[in-house]
């Protein structure tokens, strides 16, 4: 049985002018979109009236932490009830695949603020073709993969701070082959965060090469969004220019207070080397402050050798004397080269249920309330916590924000961690907000144009073959939804907060919100790279599931 949704307002994908239709729906495509739609209905066909609200493609996640909670929460209301239909996985240079039984625990340890830890039994695959397979056994949404550089670091050289051999690249080269030739669409960076940071620029060009031989693309969290920033973002066109390789800017932001006003130069330094020939995009949530764990904060020597490593670096009295000069007087790598401001650190979720009361307290707050040091009180919190805590960075500029998110080459994408008791609200509301708040209400956007920097222009740059337009023949990944009302609901306060204004999600054709709730289905799939270099998905196993009652 099909569907068909009924006189609704088609923004296509492309930024080109809405228009009314009918769109039908056949299994996981779309059948019919025009007048001959309804025409073409069976008389079984469910018909939904959709008179007044939006029908457009499914919206596409550029940067997405969700890589085991759509495993052990499939429900994953998150993404699906603000009309995310397609997720990009394996961020920020860390995540899990490809890894090995000596990577894994440490890997696990050092990223439970972003993921959470579901055990060792949980994580039963080791290679990217393992994930993806595994992913297959049924999600809420699709899901692409990037191969994280980090890890795959970690798997050739270890967890030290110190330079990759000519040899060791090679082989950190054949990793990431091996990766994309099983399915991922790409590299990710995360050089403030260990052991990502310790990779110079001619290591991430020689992988970026092989990557760009293999028609990928390159999404790094470079090297600093404070001091440093704009010579961070020029590193990373560099290395772009001198691989060959395609370049997505993840959360393309200019944060802390040497960065307030400077988005046009950020721009002026895109836009010439797009004149050059670089193939560039990038991505933004749109929101002020940044989320990441109260660990990234600590300079890279510290976490040299992993988490066991920086617990007793933490407990020697010399070495913490280092790392206070480093936080408070010249600025830590891992704070972005600026000096802690403990007022605009606020913690947003523990793996320790004794520090429960933290949550939602800056780490200054914690400290005065104590009578204590603010320095020695996020040390403490750290070593009770085990390495896993959550942060929020209240360090953003609107103007920037604005700025950017208007740039031709730009998408969206939530960076949206969904541990922790307070997460940051852009895992729930960053679309609903694009639509909402800076279409709707300030005009940033045409809705032609919204619509298309979160559907087609990020479908293009996954090179995804059938997804990201509303058009026959393609993947059945659509949203409905009010433009009047749409909203995200999210705060700081109280984050899990389901968008208002979606009523329909539809991914590969079944309902994954229908009248505003969550349904049963699990018909998402894992989008593979390619031998050709398109993205789409492989063999379904069993064509569509429903999750465990």
């Not at 991922?184 to 060009?205: H, K, N, R």
């Not at 949550?359 to 309330?369: C, L, Q, S, W, Y």
């Amino acid at each position: 049985m099909g569907t068909l949704l009924r006189g609704g307002t088609v923004v296509d994908g492309t930024g080109g002018p809405w228009y009314t239709a009918d769109v039908l729906v056949e299994g996981d495509r779309i059948a019919a979109v025009g007048p001959d739609a309804a025409g073409r209905a069976d008389r079984g066909d469910r018909i939904v009236d959709v008179a007044g609200l939006v029908v457009a493609p499914g919206f596409v996640d550029m940067h997405a932490h969700s890589d085991l909670r759509l495993l052990t929460e499939p429900a994953h209301l998150a993404k699906v009830s603000q009309g995310v239909t397609t997720e990009v996985l394996g961020q920020d240079g860390l995540s899990y695949a490809p890894v090995d039984d000596a990577v894994l625990p440490v890997l696990r340890r050092a990223i439970a603020g972003w993921n959470g830890d579901p055990g060792a039994d949980f994580l039963t695959w080791r290679t990217v073709a393992e994930y993806l397979d595994r992913l297959d056994e049924g999600i809420a949404g699709n899901a692409a993969y990037l191969v994280p550089h980090g890890t795959v670091r970690a798997l050739v050289c270890g967890w030290d701070d110190r330079p990759a051999t000519r040899a060791e690249i090679a082989r950190m080269a054949d990793v990431v082959r091996t990766g994309m030739a099983q399915g991922a669409v790409g590299l990710s960076a995360g050089l403030t965060y260990t052991p990502g940071m310790y990779a110079d620029g001619a290591e991430l060009a020689a992988l970026c090469a092989a990557v760009g031989e293999l028609d990928g693309f390159f999404s790094p969290h470079h090297r600093s969004y404070g001091a440093g920033a704009l010579e961070a973002y020029a590193e990373m066109v560099d290395v772009a220019e001198r691989s060959g390789c395609a370049l997505h800017l993840a959360h393309a932001t200019l944060n802390f207070g040497p960065n307030k006003g400077r988005a046009g130069e950020l721009i002026a330094l895109l836009d010439a080397a797009v004149a050059r020939g670089v193939d560039i995009t990038l991505d933004t949530y749109p929101y002020l402050p940044g989320a990441t764990t109260l660990s990234a904060i600590l300079p890279s020597w510290c976490q040299s050798g992993g988490v066991d490593a920086a617990r007793e670096r933490l407990r020697d009295p010399a070495a913490l004397a280092r790392i206070r000069e480093d936080l408070e007087v010249h600025g830590s790598d891992g704070c972005h080269g600026v000096v802690a401001e403990w007022e605009t650190i606020e913690i947003s979720g523990v793996t320790n249920p004794e520090l429960a009361g933290l949550v939602g307290r800056t780490i200054a707050d914690i400290a005065a309330a104590a009578g204590l040091d603010p320095f020695d009180t996020c040390v403490d919190v750290l070593l009770r916590d085990d390495f896993g805590t959550g942060i929020l960075q209240h360090v953003g500029h609107e103007e920037n924000v604005r700025a950017i998110m208007r740039h031709p080459r730009h998408t969206g994408g939530s960076d949206g961690l969904l541990v922790g008791a307070k997460p940051h609200p852009r895992a729930w509301g960053t679309f609903p907000r694009y639509l909402g708040h800076y279409c709707r209400e300030l005009g940033l956007f045409s809705l032609e144009e919204c619509v298309h920097h979160l559907t087609g222009r990020a479908a293009d740059r996954l090179r995804l073959a059938d997804r990201g337009r509303v058009r026959p023949g393609l993947a059945a990944d659509l949203v409905v939804f009010d433009p009047d009302t749409v909203t995200d609901t999210a705060t700081f306060a109280e984050p899990a907060q389901q968008a208002a204004g979606i009523p329909y999600v539809l991914v590969n054709g079944a309902f994954a919100i229908d009248g505003g709730e969550r349904t049963d289905a699990l018909a998402g799939r894992a989008l593979r790279r390619r031998a050709d270099g398109r993205t789409a998905p492989g063999t379904h196993p069993t064509g569509g599931h429903r999750w465990p009652s």
